[in-house]
């Protein structure tokens, strides 16, 4: 496969997610118990169809909140984080297949899934709105995408802190949090449904549809 713009910074997401990789899980600990499990269990039970393709599992989280007569096909950049996810993806009732795929170029046709999800994976992609764009392709026609993600805060104060902060962030865990997701998801062709608050104006939960 020929090198294209944005490979050098996707083989840097994948290697900074494959470090992370052994304390992901220990690092997100509490956050996970205090709001993250209740978030995940919303997203899914938006889920419609049979086909579901979840972008950027890590290391699963996910799993356990899968529709059980769900067939759902995982991929994340990381190898590392694709390591951990395979213990639950074998414990789990929902058809599981884990894949290393990188969203910026899916290896699925067009029109193959009734639902694409993703959680706290958008901040990190290196072109998202070709991320976006690909997800819009694998959809099937009037398919839907749920996206739990935090973007760039609105507030004085808190949206130039995140600016200056990003460029700091980004070496250590990987994601940019300075995003202006609804933007990238829009300039896709994507039309989003509904965008709720779940944390302050950074957390969101999108509804979009293709
Ligand atoms: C912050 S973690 C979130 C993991 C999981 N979704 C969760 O909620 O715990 C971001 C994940 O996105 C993956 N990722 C980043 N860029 C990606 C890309 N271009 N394609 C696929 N996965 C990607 C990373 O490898 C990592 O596992």
Same mark, same amino acid.
Request: hydrophobic share 40%.
């Given at each position: 496969? +020929?090198?294209?713009?944005?490979? =050098?910074? $996707? ?5 900074? &997610?494959?470090?992370?990789?052994? &304390? &992901? ?11 993250? @499990?209740?978030?995940? @269990? ?7 169809g049979r086909e579901i393709l979840?972008?950027? %599992?890590? $290391? ?5 909140? &899968?529709?059980?007569?769900a067939r759902v096909v995982?991929?994340?950049? /990381?190898?590392?984080?694709?390591? =951990? ?6 414990? $789990? ?10 969203? @910026? ?7 193959a899934f009734d639902t694409? %999800?993703? $959680? ?17 392709? *694998?959809?099937r ?8 993600? +935090? ?14 902060? /990003? ?35 950074? *957390?969101?939960?999108?509804? *979009?549809?293709?």
């Amino acid at each position: 496969m +020929h090198e294209r713009p944005g490979d =050098h910074a $996707t083989a840097q997401t994948r290697r900074r &997610y494959d470090r992370l990789s052994r &304390y &992901y899980n220990v690092m997100e600990w509490a956050a996970e118990r205090r709001a993250f @499990q209740a978030w995940r @269990q919303r997203v899914w039970s938006l889920a419609e169809g049979r086909e579901i393709l979840e972008v950027g %599992v890590g $290391t699963g989280k996910n799993i356990p909140f &899968y529709p059980q007569d769900a067939r759902v096909v995982a991929v994340d950049l /990381s190898p590392g984080m694709l390591r =951990h996810a395979r213990t639950l993806a074998d414990n $789990t009732r929902a058809e599981v297949d884990l894949r290393e795929m990188d969203v @910026q170029r899916l290896a699925f046709p067009d029109n193959a899934f009734d639902t694409v %999800v993703t $959680t706290f994976v958008f901040c990190s992609v290196p072109d998202p709105v070709k991320g976006f764009e690909e997800i819009r392709r *694998v959809l099937r026609p009037a398919g839907k995408a749920v996206f739990l993600e +935090h973007v760039l805060s609105d507030m004085p104060v808190v949206r130039p802190a995140m600016r200056a902060l /990003s460029p700091l962030v980004r070496p250590m865990m990987g994601a940019n949090i300075d995003r202006r997701t609804r933007t990238n998801i829009e300039a896709a062709g994507l039309t989003v449904e509904s965008e709720t608050d779940l944390w302050l104006d950074i *957390v969101k939960l999108f509804v *979009v549809r293709t």
